[in-house]
């Protein structure tokens, strides 16, 4: 149990593209996803906290209108990426839970985006 | 604030060997959650095993074992019987019940299994 999807794993585009990367829980309904940026051999950056129903919470330094994020149902959550500059470039990975802080987030496998 | 400290940034195991992945926190709630999470090549994060703040004994998963030395604020992963499969970056992360359910990584460890 406890399976997220995330879609699609890699994507490849040109420079002004806006890129939607989809995360779905596909056996639990997830009350809170998480998206994360992780730089080659670096840890994991929570960029921001994604509740059901209301506007995504994020990160200092990230910004809201970059990454535009919608969590319209209990099992699916978004990201945009707009307009993507090569900068953008990275590793992006969604997380889902569906309960309090002792139960683990399960993550999808991760979306690679190369902007060129 | 809360900080995870993983201060190994790559460690080396012999086949069958077990080996220890180092982890300590810094938290001023009481109430609050560990975590370990491999992460392979291919990227995607792995939950390996949980251990709560509160709970009495050491969590185990299999091979997978959780030392938690609360006093010293450390919660170091050990890896019994290690295999090659075994090679990945492994996290260790917190959340705390003031943050819900968000977690803090540290920088993680790259462990690599020698044959």
């Known amino acids: 149990g406890a399976v997220v999807s995330q879609h699609p794993s890699r994507v490849i585009c040109k420079s002004g593209t806006s890129v939607k990367i989809e995360c779905r829980s596909l056996?639990?309904?997830?009350?809170?996803m998480f998206w994360y940026r992780q730089f080659p051999k670096q840890s994991l950056m929570l960029m921001a906290t994604?509740?059901?129903?209301?506007?995504?919470?994020?990160e200092q330094g990230v910004e809201k209108d970059k990454f535009l994020i919608n969590h319209a149902s209990l099992t699916l959550s978004t990201l945009t990426v707009t307009s993507a500059h090569p900068e953008d470039s990275s590793f992006y990975i969604c997380?889902?839970?569906?309960?309090?802080?002792?139960?683990?987030?399960?993550f999808g496998d991760g979306t690679r985006l190369s902007i060129l | 604030a809360q900080k995870i400290t993983q201060t190994q940034p790559g460690m080396f195991v012999q086949e069958k060997e077990a080996v220890t992945l180092d982890c300590t926190y810094d938290?001023?709630?009481?109430?609050?959650?560990l975590f370990w999470y491999k992460q392979p090549s291919s990227g995607e994060m792995i939950f390996l095993i949980y251990?709560?703040?509160?709970?009495?004994q050491n969590a185990t998963e299999g091979r997978y074992s959780l030392n938690f030395q609360k006093a010293r604020k450390s919660a170091n992963l050990v890896i019994s019987a290690s295999q090659l499969g075994d090679s990945a970056m492994y996290f260790c992360?917190?959340?705390?019940?003031?943050?819900?359910?968000?977690?803090?990584f540290g920088g993680g460890t790259r462990l690599m299994v020698k044959p």
């Open positions: 997380s889902a839970t569906s309960g309090t802080s002792n139960q683990p987030q399960h």
């Open positions: 056996d639990f309904q997830a009350t809170t």
């Open positions: 994604s509740n059901e129903g209301s506007k995504a919470t994020y």
């Open positions: 938290t001023s709630d009481p109430s609050y959650g």
């Open positions: 251990q709560g703040s509160y709970d009495q």
């Open positions: 992360a917190m959340s705390y019940q003031g943050a819900g359910n968000m977690l803090t």
